[in-house]
């Protein structure tokens, strides 16, 4: 049917035309934010970083672009051939006319069931308490005791085994060797874990492996795996796959690092360089600590000493002795007080003895008269009879007489 000369249906130009179906599709929920299952053909990487490729199936193509910033987050590397899951904005690129999908989130195919799954378990060990903030222990700043449980070949090891070395030469390692993959790996994983506790008695355990897609770690996702994390007697500090990857124990553990090398250095927070520091300081602490310690003995020393000299017999001799001769002093003084009082006394009796003294009254011309025949004193002359012979006594002597009359 040919249109009409004059017909009203709407006109565009190409740039309007794809700019308003780029709108439309834009515009649409249900090309939004979708999930496209299919095959990677033609995958190129140029030096822009930016991705582009092809998603196919059996029947149609889908041209899919994926910017620098959603790349970095890859855990895998996209090839050709490689079925995967494209998550994305269905948009149109105006330049080309072509329509196509602008991914942020590449998955190998099957993931998106186990990851499903991963938070349906995530979930269940949440509400059973297992990654309860509360219940994660501190790491020890120096452990003398390391257990490993990882597998005994892979590089994940090695990282870690260099990288303690490096750090603390001197800690011991204690490596319990196991599966980290497979269906084996997830009660290998628990009897390592048990048996390193039980037997070991570790300060620390480092629960490690290297990165791989989400199949590859899923043995780290086990419910007895992440019981036996959470149920450990020693903390536990997980290392699993790439700094992207995260499953269920980094949930129960204690800590969580990003690689197996970064579980190594949490678990050696203090270096060689950080122990001779602190043994330094330790040395410098313990010097002072002794040098005050002997101040005080010394002052103590110097104290009971002081206390042995005032209690001592010399001092007390001493004490005596200066007593002595305080009470010595006193004696004398007393002795003179009292001879000097005696003295007086006796002045006095003798100045009163020489006044009551009869000499004394001889001296003013008195004389004492006795009679010669019995030695009486005459007193009276009714005493002598004449003739009676006398004993006349002065002050410088005694002469006779005879009474011739009265």
């Not at 959603?70 to 494209?86: I, K, N, Q, W």
């Not at 003398?144 to 011991?172: C, F, Q």
Request: glycine share 6%; hydrophobic share 45%; charged share 25%.
């Amino acid at each position: 049917m040919q249109p009409a000369l004059f017909d009203a249906s709407p006109r565009y130009t190409v740039t309007d035309l794809t700019r308003r179906l780029r709108f439309l599709l834009e515009s649409t929920p249900d090309l939004q934010g979708i999930w496209v299952e299919g095959e990677i053909s033609n995958f190129s990487r140029p030096s822009s970083g930016h991705v582009y490729f092809t998603l196919k199936d059996a029947g149609a193509q889908l041209r899919c672009v994926m910017w620098r910033n959603d790349v970095a987050r890859l855990t895998f590397a996209p090839t050709d051939g490689m079925r995967v899951e494209a998550h994305g904005n269905i948009s149109l690129y105006e330049a080309g006319g072509q329509y196509q999908l602008y991914a942020d989130l590449l998955r190998p195919l099957g993931e998106g069931a186990l990851f499903a799954e991963f938070l349906r378990l995530k979930a269940l060990l949440e509400a059973q308490g297992l990654f309860d903030p509360a219940r994660k222990r501190p790491i020890p700043e120096r452990p003398r005791r390391i257990g490993i449980v990882t597998s005994p070949t892979g590089a994940a090891l090695r990282d870690m085994l260099n990288t303690l070395r490096r750090r603390s030469p001197l800690v011991e390692v204690i490596l319990a060797p196991t599966p980290v993959q497979g269906e084996e790996a997830p009660p290998a994983i628990v009897a390592a874990l048990q048996t390193l506790n039980r037997v070991a008695a570790p300060d620390v355990i480092l629960l490690a492996r290297g990165g791989g897609s989400i199949e590859d770690l899923w043995a780290f996702n086990d419910a007895r795996v992440v019981r036996a994390v959470a149920e450990s007697r020693a903390p536990v500090i997980t290392g699993v796959g790439h700094e992207t990857d995260f499953t269920l124990v980094d949930f129960a553990a204690d800590l969580r690092a990003p690689t197996p090398t970064a579980a190594a250095e949490l678990a050696t927070p203090l270096t060689r360089a950080d122990l001779q520091a602190y043994l330094l300081q330790m040395e410098q602490s313990l010097l002072t600590e002794i040098q005050a310690a002997l101040e005080e003995r010394r002052q103590a020393l110097a104290w009971h000493e002081s206390r042995l000299r005032l209690l001592s017999p010399a001092r007390r001799l001493q004490g005596d002795r200066q007593r002595l001769d305080d009470l010595a002093r006193r004696l004398e003084v007393a002795q003179a007080r009292g001879l000097a009082l005696t003295t007086e006394r006796l002045k006095s009796l003798e100045s009163r003895l020489g006044a009551l003294n009869p000499l004394a009254v001889l001296a003013r011309g008195y004389a004492i008269v006795t009679r010669k025949s019995d030695g009486r004193l005459v007193m009276q002359t009714s005493a002598v009879l004449p003739g009676d012979d006398l004993s006349i006594r002065v002050q410088d002597g005694e002469f006779d007489a005879r009474v011739v009359g009265k």
